[in-house]
């Protein structure tokens, strides 16, 4: 069995993340690859509850942050129909993505 490694190193100054970095061994990518901000969802498998480490850099604009979170939206719509294969609820959440997108004026 093959295993994978995926590693994130996370600069802090006396208050908040700096500056983000993430590389995947299987990714092809040569060296870290900087990013402002990130989510990491986990299932804890003993606790049956879910964990979450959510961070971004100083420099992360609002704008910039309403843009993740909309394509997260998106992308978590796609994946629970991938697992579930629930269609009808995962076009609930991309209605409601695209809601969030027209409010923060994202879409028209």
């Known amino acids: 069995m093959k295993k994978s490694e995926i590693k994130f190193t996370v600069t802090l100054d006396d208050q908040?993340?700096?500056a983000l970095?993430?590389?995947?061994?299987?990714?092809?990518?040569?060296?870290?690859k900087e990013c402002k901000a990130?989510?990491?969802?986990?299932?804890d498998k003993a606790e049956q509850t879910t964990?979450?480490?959510d961070l971004w850099t100083n420099d992360m604009m609002v704008e910039e942050m309403q843009q993740f979170f909309?394509?997260?939206?998106?992308?978590?719509?796609?994946?629970?129909q991938n697992a579930t294969n629930n269609k009808e609820m995962a076009e609930k959440m991309r209605?409601?993505?695209r809601q969030f997108g027209k409010e923060v004026n994202l879409l028209k």
């Open 70 to 80: 909309f394509e997260m939206y998106m992308s978590m719509a796609d994946t629970f």
């Open 21 to 32: 970095h993430w590389n995947a061994q299987d990714s092809g990518m040569q060296g870290d």
């Open 38 to 43: 990130m989510m990491l969802a986990l299932f």
């Open 95 to 97: 209605i409601f993505a």
């Open 16 to 18: 908040r993340p700096v």
């Open 51 to 53: 964990m979450r480490i």
